[in-house]
């Protein structure tokens, strides 16, 4: 069994590389039409460049797992805003997949926890299907539309989980098929349990990506790791790639939620040892906030186990 480890956004060890650079409608709304525009397309190639310059960084450190920015273009969904994000920079876009493609990165996008399909409001709706459609606009630019996956939670409760997912089962249908086909549901740590998630994925056919950081923090003892993780896989199955799962640890007991600027290998060994006896290829996406930091030190743990060999720079055999 072989885990590749990959990271969210942003290269820490690289200086001034965030691909996240933003401004807010407050602003944009101070300046001048030109100005307006002129920052708009200077922030976006900014993060754009940025994201080819983490790219090779990735591929010099043979990180095969990358997770870009939702934020790539500012205020691109904003209904007062509404700019063409795309073709002034379509050479930038196509690099990005060029890269990708060419080193086999496995790359993905995960909107805010305001993209969600649980709400009675319509209005929260067609924001949801907006803000979807302007990340698969990004990857059609790139070229990745068949491959990279967009990750969102199934929503909130609302006071009444049966009757949210009985809205979702139905918001759900507006959003356009080859959008849902690139879509994935993540388990989370207040609401929606592991196999709550995954039987809203089994319905939809939609691959599920397993927190497991959010499995600690909200399960239920009818959800033993050994029950859920063949389920989970199975969601995977005729898919172009092996099950990912996200990947931390708590920050304290006291914030058990938090994330820990490094990932605890010890935390992970449950789930480790189960994933032996499956013995699947699996990712692990790295969600602590040092980010690659924190990816490349969490191989060289894992490597440390019994059993395990580190075969590249962020992947480990076991």
Same mark, same amino acid.
């Given at each position: 069994?072989?885990?590749?480890f990959?990271y969210?956004?942003?290269a820490l060890?690289l200086?001034?590389a965030?691909?996240?650079?933003t401004?807010t409608?407050?602003r944009?709304?101070k300046l001048e039409?030109k100005?307006?525009?002129a920052?708009?397309?200077?922030i976006?190639r900014e993060n754009?460049?940025r994201?080819i310059?983490i790219?090779h960084?990735?591929i010099?450190h043979?990180?095969k797992l990358y997770?870009?920015s939702s934020?790539?273009?500012p205020?691109?969904?904003?209904?007062e805003?509404?700019?063409?994000?795309?073709?002034p920079?379509?050479?930038?876009?196509?690099?990005i997949g060029?890269?990708?493609?060419e080193?086999?990165?496995r790359s993905s996008?995960?909107?805010?926890?305001?993209?969600?399909?649980?709400s009675?409001?319509?209005?929260?709706t067609?924001?949801?299907?907006?803000?979807?459609q302007?990340?698969?606009n990004m990857l059609?630019?790139?070229?990745l539309e068949?491959?990279a996956?967009i990750?969102i939670h199934?929503?909130g409760?609302y006071g009444?989980?049966?009757l949210?997912?009985?809205?979702?089962?139905?918001?759900?249908?507006?959003?356009?098929e080859p959008?849902k086909?690139q879509?994935?549901l993540?388990n989370?740590d207040?609401t929606y &349990?592991?196999? @709550?998630? +995954? $039987?809203v994925?089994?319905?939809h056919?939609v691959p599920?990506m397993f927190?497991?950081? =959010?499995?600690?923090a909200?399960? &239920?003892?009818? @959800?033993? +790791? $050994?029950e859920?993780?063949p389920?989970?896989?199975?969601?995977?199955?005729?898919r172009? =790639?092996?099950?990912k799962?996200? &990947?931390?640890?708590p920050k304290? $007991?006291?914030?058990?939620?938090?994330?820990?600027?490094?990932?605890?290998?010890?935390f992970?060994?449950p789930l480790?040892k189960q994933?032996?006896a499956?013995?699947?290829?699996?990712?692990?996406?790295?969600?602590?906030?040092?980010?690659?930091?924190a990816a490349?030190q969490?191989?060289e743990d894992?490597s440390r186990?019994r059993g395990?060999?580190?075969?590249?720079e962020a992947t480990?055999?076991i």
């Amino acid at each position: 069994m072989n885990i590749r480890f990959g990271y969210v956004s942003t290269a820490l060890n690289l200086y001034e590389a965030s691909p996240a650079k933003t401004m807010t409608y407050a602003r944009w709304s101070k300046l001048e039409k030109k100005e307006r525009s002129a920052l708009l397309h200077a922030i976006t190639r900014e993060n754009l460049e940025r994201t080819i310059r983490i790219l090779h960084y990735n591929i010099a450190h043979q990180i095969k797992l990358y997770r870009f920015s939702s934020s790539l273009a500012p205020l691109a969904t904003h209904e007062e805003v509404e700019w063409d994000y795309i073709s002034p920079f379509t050479d930038l876009y196509e690099e990005i997949g060029r890269l990708v493609r060419e080193y086999g990165i496995r790359s993905s996008f995960h909107p805010n926890q305001f993209t969600l399909f649980t709400s009675d409001k319509p209005h929260i709706t067609r924001n949801a299907v907006k803000d979807m459609q302007y990340h698969y606009n990004m990857l059609t630019a790139m070229g990745l539309e068949d491959e990279a996956y967009i990750n969102i939670h199934v929503g909130g409760a609302y006071g009444n989980k049966e009757l949210a997912l009985e809205r979702f089962h139905d918001n759900i249908k507006q959003l356009p098929e080859p959008i849902k086909a690139q879509m994935t549901l993540e388990n989370d740590d207040k609401t929606y &349990t592991t196999s @709550e998630t +995954l $039987e809203v994925c089994e319905r939809h056919q939609v691959p599920m990506m397993f927190d497991i950081h =959010h499995y600690m923090a909200n399960h &239920t003892e009818e @959800e033993p +790791l $050994e029950e859920i993780l063949p389920r989970f896989m199975d969601t995977w199955r005729n898919r172009k =790639h092996v099950p990912k799962i996200h &990947t931390s640890s708590p920050k304290s $007991e006291k914030a058990y939620r938090s994330h820990a600027d490094y990932v605890d290998v010890e935390f992970l060994m449950p789930l480790i040892k189960q994933l032996k006896a499956i013995g699947r290829d699996v990712d692990f996406m790295i969600e602590a906030k040092q980010k690659d930091k924190a990816a490349l030190q969490l191989a060289e743990d894992v490597s440390r186990i019994r059993g395990a060999k580190r075969i590249g720079e962020a992947t480990v055999e076991i």
